[in-house]
């Protein structure tokens, strides 16, 4: 798990828009690996995720925390 897959990501479903077919296996893809981090670090591993995503584009700022915001709850549902 690292930080660089997980940015991919996020950006692969800010490119495609909510809508996009693709976007659905993206965000399926990026609540495993926010799992993943939580598994491996905890909360402070997934807050550090979070503060360098959002800032590595000022820009994209609210739209990236939003999209993270979004894939946190399936934190509490079990993995697939």
Same mark, same amino acid.
């Given at each position: ?12 479903? $800010?490119?495609?828009? !909510? *809508?996009?077919?693709? #976007?659905? =296996?993206?965000?399926?893809? &990026? +609540? ?19 503060? $360098?995503?959002?800032? !590595? *584009?000022?820009?994209? #700022?609210? =739209?990236?925390?939003?999209? &993270? +915001? ?11």
């Amino acid at each position: 798990m690292t930080t660089a897959s997980i940015l991919a990501l996020v950006e692969s479903i $800010e490119q495609r828009g !909510a *809508d996009a077919p693709a #976007t659905l =296996a993206f965000r399926s893809a &990026l +609540a495993h690996k926010l799992r993943e981090a939580h598994a491996a670090g905890g909360p402070a591993t997934l807050d550090a995720i979070r503060r $360098e995503i959002t800032a !590595a *584009d000022p820009r994209r #700022t609210k =739209a990236r925390a939003a999209i &993270l +915001a979004a894939a946190q709850p399936a934190l509490s549902e079990p993995s697939r």
